[in-house]
T-cell receptor, first 109, second 117 residues
Framework: QKEVEQNSGPLSVPEGAIASLNCTYSDRGSQSFFWYRQYSGKSPELIMFIYSNGDKEDGRFTAQLNKASQYVSLLIRDSQPSDSATYLCAVKGGNQFYFGTGTSLTVIP | GAVVSQHPSWVICKSGTSVKIECRSLDFQATTMFWYRQFPKQSLMLMATSNEGSKATYEQGVEKDKFLINHASLTLSTLTVTSAHPEDSSFYIC?????????????FGDGTRLSIL
């Protein structure tokens, strides 16, 4: 059983702080890694993807991948109340996707 | 780019009715489409995966005769909930993954909120 694990939270951070979301995966053959944001009552939207070890930055978001440790993370700098949502980690190997159950983030004004 | 359109966005109908939900990739060709169901405050639950031109692969516990999936083209997949009952009320979400490369993500539609009375 290929697994993607996320801490369900809730994770609360004050406005302006850095939010750190973590994800581990079991399949060493995984090739692509994605972060989705899902607001309550809405469908998920893709916010970041990363394929290679290291960091990838896009605006306030940074994805970090460590394949040796089978670990992927998402950092949100200068967190805003509008970042309050559930963040889903997804891992792809071949044509198969595996989603974590999501981490609920609340940014407190 | 990578827009997935899902219709209708919400449906209210009587018990016993069949409901069809459409999922279209508007600006890319989707070799694979996925159908999910999500109950309030719960995680996404994958129902089935469909590849264009072939039969859908259903997850364990999902009745393939109740949830009919058709993926007849590279831009369209449909989910038909046959003889729907109140317990089928849920948020149904489709997603699509593109044709080229192993790194293609899933792009989600906006979802269909189904309420069976």
């Amino acid at each position: 059983q290929k697994e993607v694990e996320q801490n369900s939270g809730p994770l609360s951070v004050p406005e302006g702080a850095i939010a750190s979301l973590n994800c581990t995966y079991s399949d060493r053959g995984s090739q692509s890694f994605f972060w989705y944001r899902q607001y309550s009552g809405k469908s998920p939207e893709l916010i970041m993807f990363i394929y290679s070890n290291g960091d990838k930055e896009d605006g306030r978001f940074t994805a970090q991948l460590n394949k040796a440790s089978q670990y992927v993370s998402l950092l949100i700098r200068d967190s805003q109340p509008s970042d309050s949502a559930t963040y889903l980690c997804a891992v792809k190997g071949g044509n198969q996707f595996y989603f974590g159950t999501g981490t609920s983030l609340t940014v407190i004004p | 780019g990578a827009v997935v359109s899902q219709h209708p966005s919400w449906v209210i109908c009587k018990s016993g009715t069949s409901v069809k939900i459409e999922c279209r990739s508007l600006d890319f060709q989707a070799t694979t489409m996925f159908w999910y169901r999500q109950f309030p405050k719960q995680s996404l639950m994958l129902m089935a995966t469909s590849n264009e031109g072939s039969k859908a692969t259903y997850e364990q516990g999902v009745e393939k005769d109740k949830f009919l999936i058709n993926h007849a083209s590279l831009t369209l997949s449909t989910l038909t909930v046959t003889s729907a009952h109140p317990e089928d009320s849920s948020f149904y979400i489709c997603s699509a993954s593109g044709l080229f490369g192993t790194n293609q993500p899933q792009h989600f539609g906006d979802g269909t909120r189904l309420s069976i009375l």
